[in-house]
């Protein structure tokens, strides 16, 4: 099945509140990485109101960085999810709204053929955690105490906690790191006792 993907830009001190963070050309160029590593984007309203119409316009007028146009272009030639009770239509050409079953939905995506699945956002990802259907985590830690806003995973309710296994660090110049883990999955134990098998590599 495809990998679902959930990334963030976050504070040391857990902020995900995009007004305390400031994002470079190098964070930007980070992100574009990724979002040629799939071929589905997957937002709730909020996240998906506050990426679109904006970087839509930016692919058309190139009127950014030249890394942040890079982004734009690649941000608008994906094809997005909505999952939403209250968005009524999307303008984007590329966008398709669920309004039920996110769960069955979500499976159904990933059963489907292809590459990563990127979750954007904060409620809808948290939502997915809990659901067992995320594969992979990216955050881009910026070295910023912020003292206040949202935090991630707030008010998440996990059966179990969750095993991460570090795949990879990137230090920016900026001071940020990026950092990729996966989910770990335990498997019920076998002739060979209880092994830990790692998720996406």
Same mark, same amino acid.
């Given at each position: 099945?495809?990998?679902?993907?959930?990334?963030?830009?976050?504070?040391? *001190?857990?902020?995900?509140?995009?007004?305390?963070?400031?994002?470079? &050309? $190098?964070?930007?160029?980070?992100?574009? *990485?990724?979002?040629? /590593?799939?071929?589905?984007?997957?937002?709730?309203?909020?996240?998906?109101?506050?990426?679109?119409?904006?970087?839509?316009?930016? #692919?058309?007028?190139? +009127?950014? +960085?030249e890394a942040e146009n890079e982004f734009a272009r690649?941000?608008?030639?994906?094809?997005? @999810?909505?999952?939403?009770?209250?968005? !009524?239509?999307? &303008?984007?050409?590329?966008?398709?709204?669920?309004?039920?079953?996110?769960?069955?939905?979500?499976?159904?995506?990933?059963?489907?053929?292809?590459?990563g699945i990127l979750v954007g956002g904060v409620s809808?990802?948290? /939502?997915?955690?809990?659901?067992?259907? @995320? *594969?992979?985590? !990216?955050? @881009?830690?910026?070295?910023?105490?912020?003292? $206040?806003?949202?935090?991630?995973?707030?008010?998440? +309710?996990?059966? $179990?906690?969750? /095993?991460?296994?570090?795949?990879?660090?990137?230090?920016?110049?900026?001071?940020? @790191?990026?950092?990729?883990? #996966?989910?770990?999955?335990?498997?019920?134990?076998?002739? *060979?006792?209880?092994?830990?098998? #790692?998720?996406?590599?």
């Amino acid at each position: 099945m495809r990998n679902v993907i959930f990334a963030i830009n976050t504070t040391l *001190d857990g902020c995900c509140d995009h007004t305390k963070q400031r994002a470079d &050309d $190098e964070t930007h160029a980070y992100f574009t *990485d990724l979002l040629r /590593q799939v071929d589905l984007l997957v937002f709730g309203r909020i996240t998906y109101e506050l990426m679109v119409p904006f970087w839509p316009e930016v #692919a058309k007028t190139q +009127s950014m +960085s030249e890394a942040e146009n890079e982004f734009a272009r690649t941000f608008d030639a994906l094809p997005k @999810v909505v999952f939403s009770r209250s968005l !009524r239509s999307a &303008d984007d050409r590329n966008t398709r709204i669920i309004r039920t079953d996110l769960h069955g939905e979500m499976l159904k995506l990933k059963r489907e053929p292809g590459k990563g699945i990127l979750v954007g956002g904060v409620s809808l990802p948290t /939502q997915l955690i809990e659901l067992g259907l @995320v *594969d992979e985590y !990216r955050f @881009v830690v910026g070295p910023i105490l912020a003292g $206040e806003g949202r935090r991630l995973m707030e008010g998440a +309710s996990l059966p $179990e906690t969750l /095993q991460l296994r570090l795949m990879e660090s990137k230090p920016f110049r900026s001071g940020c @790191v990026g950092l990729r883990y #996966a989910k770990t999955v335990t498997m019920s134990p076998g002739s *060979d006792g209880w092994a830990n098998v #790692a998720g996406p590599g």
